[in-house]
């Protein structure tokens, strides 16, 4: 009956000893069949003289249940899947018999491993490019305000140095310096909206907590929703790309409620753990269905996830349709030496 299997098969008995294995395990070994049954197993499979450490045998023994486990051959250097199964029956002497079954998964753990690898390399490379993003955000947030800026309020200076010289009685040239003066006011106002944008300057100057603030704040002027935020810290011990980090995603979820939720009240709440900072943006919306969560092309959601996972941190989203919809950030904390606190100790 062993033969029918491709792969190591063996009964064994509860001391360890083999008593029946089928062909692909002397063969594997090379060994003769007569040099395996009657053998202790360990001594057999590992060249050792006691079972492995976590060996499944032992367990189901211990159980008297089907036990499976992954394993690490330091013989081989190879993976296996190892499976152990009572049968129930017993040998003349009165131990129990074991099915034991051993197949080769190492080419699954390379593959797991170099995709592991690569979703690292890519991760690590998102991280690089959104901090790339951001530092040319800041950079043009402050070319725009300090140069164009400045460039708007020369012109403005000149305007009213032209409008002061005018010869009396010139009121189609007083009317149009004064229609430029509105255009420039008005585009002061856009280049300092754009550069807010960009990058609030509340957030690098006063930190995380004075910017959430000030963006629940920006967003209930314009939209019929009513903001609350609350902070059991006035600042909390971020890094500034972590800062970012919980800024951006906040961020999102809040432009997210105020497109698509149909929310009128939304509650912000920041709160500095042990070990880690925890953000909260719950609205009264109609939710969100699990389809949309799930949706590939849901790149906000992605996006979100995406940010907190660079940092070690996660993105949870819970919604109930016609009931709301909470994100919940969690990212951990960062000691003022710049250990992280979860690290700190290894």
Not at 274 to 291: A, F, H, Q, S, T
Request: proline share 4%; hydrophobic share 40%; glycine share 8%.
């Amino acid at each position: 009956m062993l033969e029918a299997f491709p792969f190591y098969v063996m009964l064994v008995d509860e001391r360890h000893y083999i008593l029946q294995a089928n062909r692909a395990v002397w063969t594997e070994l090379g060994m003769d069949p007569r040099d395996i049954v009657g053998k202790y197993c360990p001594a057999v499979m590992h060249g050792m003289d006691k079972p492995i450490d976590n060996c499944p045998l032992e367990e189901a023994v211990a159980k008297n249940q089907a036990v499976e486990r992954e394993i690490l051959d330091a013989l081989s250097g190879h993976w296996v899947r190892s499976a152990v199964y009572p049968t129930g029956g017993h040998t003349a002497d009165g131990h129990r018999i074991f099915f034991h079954m051993v197949t080769d998964i190492t080419d699954r753990k390379k593959a797991e491993e170099q995709l592991r690898t690569a979703n690292e390399q890519l991760r690590n490379l998102s991280q690089h490019l959104e901090s790339i993003r951001e530092e040319e955000r800041t950079h043009l947030a402050r070319e725009m305000h300090d140069k164009l800026g400045q460039i708007l309020t020369g012109l403005k200076m000149d305007m009213s140095w032209m409008a002061k010289r005018l010869p009396e009685g010139e009121m189609p040239l007083l009317e149009k310096i004064k229609t430029i003066n509105g255009l420039i006011d008005e585009a002061v106002q856009t280049v300092k909206r754009i550069a807010t944008e960009l990058r609030p300057g509340v957030l690098d100057h006063l930190g995380l907590a004075a910017a959430i603030e000030w963006q629940t704040q920006e967003l209930e002027k314009h939209a019929e929703i009513k903001f609350e935020f609350k902070s059991s810290h006035n600042d909390v011990a971020l890094d500034m790309g972590r800062s970012t980090a919980i800024f951006r995603i906040c961020q999102e979820a809040l432009t997210n409620i105020v497109r698509h939720a149909g929310a009128t009240r939304v509650t912000v709440t920041l709160k500095e753990g042990p070990d880690r900072v925890i953000l909260k943006v719950r609205d009264n919306g109609k939710g969100i269905g699990k389809e949309q969560l799930s949706d590939p092309k849901a790149f906000g959601i992605i996006g979100m996830k995406e940010r907190a996972r660079s940092w070690g941190g996660e993105v949870e989203i819970s919604s109930l349709p016609g009931k709301g919809t909470t994100v919940t950030v969690s990212i951990p904390l960062v000691k003022k030496d710049g250990l992280d606190v979860e690290n700190s100790d290894r």
